[in-house]
């Protein structure tokens, strides 16, 4: 499809409401990810000496250093910000709802799950808004807040704009006599049992002066209660069309004038949120192009504003795969597949006997993602998920013990220079990702009493390989005894992060001691 021709809708629909003219601007076409050049990334502070590090001669730079510490790698659950197994508590067909059980309860039974890090939670624009000026939060949105902080574990969300799996429009009723919504084109085939295949589809014109404003209250009246709040791990953009993916598919085109505008309308829209979540990351949806609307753009802008990636199935197209598999190693990467449960019926075995259930997890491993859904597919409940996971409990077990970045630091040299110590660090990550933002080491005593600080390059350690930084010691404080920990950085907001090490203190820190002699062989 030519994503810059542009479509005849105004005459189709008869309306010529749109708020932004349709000049020229630049726009981002498809491309390959691979070897693209997004920049340098996110800021680095106070940043680290990353190497070279000679040890001998007048060049030296950590003289006669030698290792004198060793970690191996946890074999834990490490739940850090900025990574984990997502549990579903609403979604397109609503919040949870398990015939015959409180919903507090079939809340709490789902958050609490042991190998469940994270929560997502998404609902519609018309259930937290009822008036303008505020906002009105259902009651299982504020239960699972509660929830959350007494498991402690946070929360990502989206609020959908529209949503075919409603019955009703996804505008709250304040603004359905102000801006016209308009008929899609085409057909959606499927079972008429089903909302999304009976409903007439219909989307808004997202350019309209009304709905401009009230996006931008919307965005307003979340952003000052949740931009930066401590429960909060990411927010997922606000786009075009179903579900808030990017995408009408299959109908045919949009509401919009012409391509041009929906591009310059998304934009705006796109701005308006990057302008006020400053402090919690959005993540975009890889959907390809299909309505025409600037996908590409949206995504293009995303990245270089050091926000991150989402993608609603792993089994998809070409060019969303692309994106998730050479992202910049900055970027974090959300992945939302539906589950099934352990009903022989619905386990899908392939004839290898694998399940439908570890195929996707294996193949969201395999673009290395920071996230997945624990997700039964508009049928959620904790008894759903353990009826899978009691039957073949490896593959969850395995990606919750391996999903995101997991850090330590594998060698650790000492050195003496000009009569004080210096260390070197080096970082090894036995997660599937990079690191989402930018990592910071610290070197304190046990008192609190910082003695140096410095960060890595952004996305470092990855995956494979030792990422090597130096720490020189003030004269006259000894390293042994001190303590090592780890902050990420993401959008100017630090998060600790614990250490995926045996040897880890049970604040997530690493207290340095000698436990390698190179005289000694290893047991």
Not at 341 to 357: A, H, S, V, W
Not at 496 to 517: E, I
Request: charged letters at 20%; hydrophobic letters at 35%.
């Amino acid at each position: 499809m030519d994503r810059r021709r542009f479509l005849q809708s105004t005459a189709a629909t008869g309306l010529t409401l749109g708020l932004l003219k349709a000049t020229s601007q630049a726009s981002v076409p498809e491309h390959n990810w691979d070897k693209y050049d997004w920049g340098a990334g996110p800021a680095v502070p106070d940043r680290l000496y990353q190497g070279p590090f000679p040890q001998y001669g007048p060049c030296a730079v950590v003289p006669e250093s030698d290792v004198s510490m060793i970690t191996s790698s946890s074999r834990d659950i490490v739940s850090n910000y900025g990574m984990g197994l997502m549990v579903y508590v609403s979604d397109d067909t609503g919040p949870i709802n398990v015939p015959g059980q409180p919903q507090a309860q079939a809340l709490e039974d789902l958050i609490k799950l042991p190998f469940a890090q994270k929560i997502y939670i998404r609902p519609n624009w018309r259930e937290i808004q009822k008036q303008p000026g505020r906002l009105d939060f259902p009651e299982y949105w504020k239960e699972t807040f509660d929830l959350a902080r007494r498991y402690d574990k946070r929360i990502g969300f989206r609020i959908q704009l529209e949503n075919p799996d409603s019955p009703e429009p996804g505008m709250p009723d304040f603004l359905i006599n102000k801006v016209p919504y308009v008929k899609l084109k085409g057909e959606w085939k499927g079972s008429s049992g089903e909302q999304r295949y009976k409903k007439d589809n219909r989307v808004p014109r997202y350019d309209h002066p009304a709905y401009q404003a009230a996006f931008r209250e919307l965005n307003e009246l979340l952003a000052a209660e949740y931009n930066g709040h401590p429960q909060v791990e990411f927010m997922d953009t606000m786009m075009y069309g179903f579900w808030g993916e990017g995408h009408t598919w299959p109908y045919e085109g949009n509401p919009f004038p012409s391509a041009l505008v929906a591009e310059q309308t998304w934009m705006q829209m796109l701005e308006l949120q990057l302008q006020l979540w400053t402090k919690v990351p959005l993540a975009t949806n890889t959907q390809p192009d299909f309505s025409n609307v600037g996908n590409a753009d949206m995504l293009d802008r995303t990245v270089r504003t050091g926000n991150w990636l989402r993608t609603d199935t792993i089994f998809i197209e070409n060019t969303q795969i692309e994106a998730l598999s050479y992202r910049p190693p900055w970027t974090a990467a959300i992945c939302e597949v539906g589950f099934t449960t352990g009903d022989p019926k619905e386990l899908q075995i392939d004839q290898d006997g694998i399940t439908y259930n570890e195929q996707i997890i294996t193949h969201a491993a395999d673009v290395g993602v920071n996230y997945l859904s624990l997700w039964n597919w508009h049928k959620l409940s904790a008894h759903n998920l353990l009826s899978y996971y009691e039957k073949y409990p490896a593959p969850i077990d395995e990606m919750a013990r391996k999903i995101g970045y997991r850090i330590r630091p594998s060698f650790i040299w000492t050195f003496v220079r000009d009569g004080a110590h210096g260390l070197v660090v080096g970082l090894a990550n036995d997660g599937i990702a990079p690191v989402p933002g930018v990592l910071r080491l610290t070197v304190l005593s046990e008192d609190g009493k910082v003695h140096f600080s410095g960060c890595v390059d952004a996305g470092y350690p990855k995956p494979i390989g030792i990422h090597q930084a130096m720490l020189q010691l003030p004269a006259g404080v000894d390293w042994k005894g001190l303590r090592l920990k780890a902050e990420l950085e993401v959008k100017g907001v630090r998060y600790p992060v614990r250490w995926a090490c045996r040897q880890v203190n049970p604040d997530g820190s690493l207290t340095l001691r000698h436990n390698y002699k190179p005289d000694q062989p290893l047991v």
